[in-house]
């Protein structure tokens, strides 16, 4: 069983586009995040929940929308797609200090 | 804020040597220091960690050795085999686990076992 688990894993669309990438865990954790991995392999943290509860927020633009239904789901939702946009975005969760990702969803903006 | 510098960017090793990769952290009161190996097309699979009140760690052919004096942890890896290639990242967090964990990670090193 796949611990957390995000779709869509590939995702091409045009600039000014509206996209959603949706994640679920199955492991029972209380905090989930949202990691965005760019070009150059750097890996850097956007969000963090817990139990529903916004924690995080790394200075990401305002296009960029986490919503947590429950403690299981962190959905990301990004409006007015950009180039820059370009990225592989990560899930994970945690209990405790140690984070489990996800597969990641490569998103290419063109 | 914390920074974490790793080195090297890639490392090339003969299968059976010994491979090691350096993290330096900033931050003093970071004290949850994990490595993280990502193979081509997947996320990041946590590998090895070592908390501050440890100096070293190992698990099989890996090892971790953490040195608080000097900011700086390393990743050991030893008998390297062709499945050990992939990008190793390290990390350093110096909040309590839960929400407010913000890891921060290193460049990455691209690591090649040749056989």
């Known amino acids: 069983d796949t611990a957390v688990s995000q779709t869509p894993k590939y995702l091409v669309t045009q600039m000014g586009n509206d996209k959603s990438i949706k994640c679920e865990q199955n492991?029972?954790?209380?905090?989930m995040y949202w990691y965005k991995q760019d070009s150059k392999k750097f890996l850097k943290i956007m969000f963090s929940y817990n139990n529903k509860e916004l924690i995080i927020n790394e200075t990401v633009p305002n296009r960029f929308s986490p919503k947590s239904p429950d403690k299981a789901h962190l959905n990301l939702h990004i409006n007015s797609l950009e180039l820059g946009d370009s990225a592989v975005y990560f899930c994970?969760?945690?209990?405790?200090?140690?984070?489990?990702f996800g597969e990641g969803s490569w998103l290419t903006v063109v | 804020g914390e920074n974490v510098e790793q080195h090297p960017s890639t490392l090339s090793v003969q299968e059976g040597d010994s491979a090691v990769i350096k993290c330096t952290y900033s931050?003093?009161?970071?004290?949850?220091f994990p490595w993280y190996k990502q193979e081509l097309g997947k996320g990041p699979q946590l590998i090895i960690d070592i908390r501050s009140n440890v100096g070293e760690k190992k698990d099989q052919r890996i090892a971790v050795t953490l040195n608080k004096t000097a900011k700086h942890f390393s990743l050991h890896i030893t008998e390297t085999q062709p499945e050990d290639s992939a990008v190793y990242f390290c990390a350093a967090s110096g909040l309590p686990g839960g929400a407010t964990n913000k890891l921060i990670f290193g460049t990455g090193t691209l690591l090649a076992v040749q056989p």
């Open positions: 931050d003093s009161a970071s004290n949850y």
């Open positions: 492991l029972g954790h209380d905090t």
């Open positions: 994970a969760s945690s209990q405790g200090d140690t984070i489990y």
